[in-house]
DNA sequence: TGTGGACCTTGACGCGCATCAACAACCCGG
DNA sequence: CCGGGTTGTTGATGCGCGTCAAGGTCCACA
């Protein structure tokens, strides 16, 4: 095992909530970040309010247990050990996500990780056993989201296998700039919390590959960085257009869904 | 557009069900290719049922509509058109496996095709309005398979990101004989519907390079093949070990759910 | 404001896989 | 039993990306 890297210093400390949740102020579904309002409330008032820092590992529970989590802000993203050292990231939770064990395989070393400071509240579905009817609702609404969380899987498969790496950088970044960032005509800018590494796990490349890449990017004037934790896509439509799977991107994670 | 092969020539027959529905027989529920009975009792009570023969695409509906299906045997595959005239397939449904368009991103050409002839089952949640105990049993099953479906779909992300090649086909040949193989000690024979240049879309390869990987895979003594459409895994404990992965895969797709 | 460590960039080089091309095996209907 | 179309196999070749190595840059913390 030689890495010629430092590992990513990622604290593995156990966010279980109980530790952290009374120094939580708790959420009203007015103040949420998301819209979509009917689950946030039943999480407010079934689950406990918790909190992660960036760099930190959620320690779920035990096994399969059926703790849901719901990400009220932040970034999140799955992670397994791969093959050897290298660690792979496989899915990324933005805020309005609901996720649990039973959505996973039981991959080497898999949980959750803060990429950046997070707040989210736990449940466990059986809390609502006396109340049927917000127990319909769960289950219905539960499906819903856990149907987007699949399709977006799904589109991240379609992006490894047919992107050249260059487009799947960059179908990247418009994902996550679509996602977090602010919008100004067809120009966005957005925060990268996630560290050149993180990128390139979640990408399936190199990290000096990545970096070759996005040099590549920036001097074809597709995207800029300020920083280096901070992207701008110049033209979100010029990128749409080179790269074939950005229109699903779009309707998966544009404005179309917030319905307010 | 060049291609060098001749396309695959699977048939667009439109099968909506209501055309090919009065030449089936209805099934009780005694007579399920799978246990658990619950979800398929539903089916067979308020579904429709339809069959699609090998190489059909299945047109599911208007996009987005609500309309559920239940795969009662057979094998059908997630299949959308990539990057310039490649095709990719994206999942694999196995016999017990529901299935819907909100599963799915808008990418270009997706659909379902037919790998072996099948019989499912197609419903609309609606149909439930007036029975609630069935809707709610509904829903927290059909909760539970999507949470499958997405825990396959990472695995496949994890398979396709942190595997060789060779490794990814002898996963591949693993979990296809876990699913539909007939084991007799540590041996598995199962039928390979998937045709070579099917095996490779889904795995991201290029057919050549497949048949390569096979040839070396079968003078290594780690699988053999019957005639073109049918394969060996001379030793499925050796075949978990080589593969770093095959862990996941053995719990997701081996012989512990059917729990009965 | 300086210093150490994490993070990023860039170059040289080799391997694995895609591509192209030709051929062999198989399948099906006659 | 034969012929054509489909599917699978194999070789030669080139390129993209991973790997290794050597700086350069940024940031936290004192």
Redesign the pocket.
Known sequence: M?T??????ESAVAVTGTATASSMTSYGPTALPVSGGVMEEIFATHGVAMRARRRQRLVMGAKRSDVIYLLKSGLLVLSANGS?D?RQLLTILYPGDVFSMALVPPLDGIGLVAMTDCELSRMRPSALDDSPKELREFDALLGERTAELHARSILHIARLASL???SRVAAFILELALRTGQVVNDTVTCD?PL????I?DYL????????????RLKSRGAVA?V???RAIVKSVKRLSKEVPICAATLALHGRAEGAG
């Open positions: 030689k010629q890297r430092a590992k990513p210093s050897g290298r050249s790496s260059e990268l560290s050149r590494s993180d390139a399936s490349l190199n990290a000096d590959t990545l970096s070759r890449i996005m040099t960085t920083g280096r934790s």
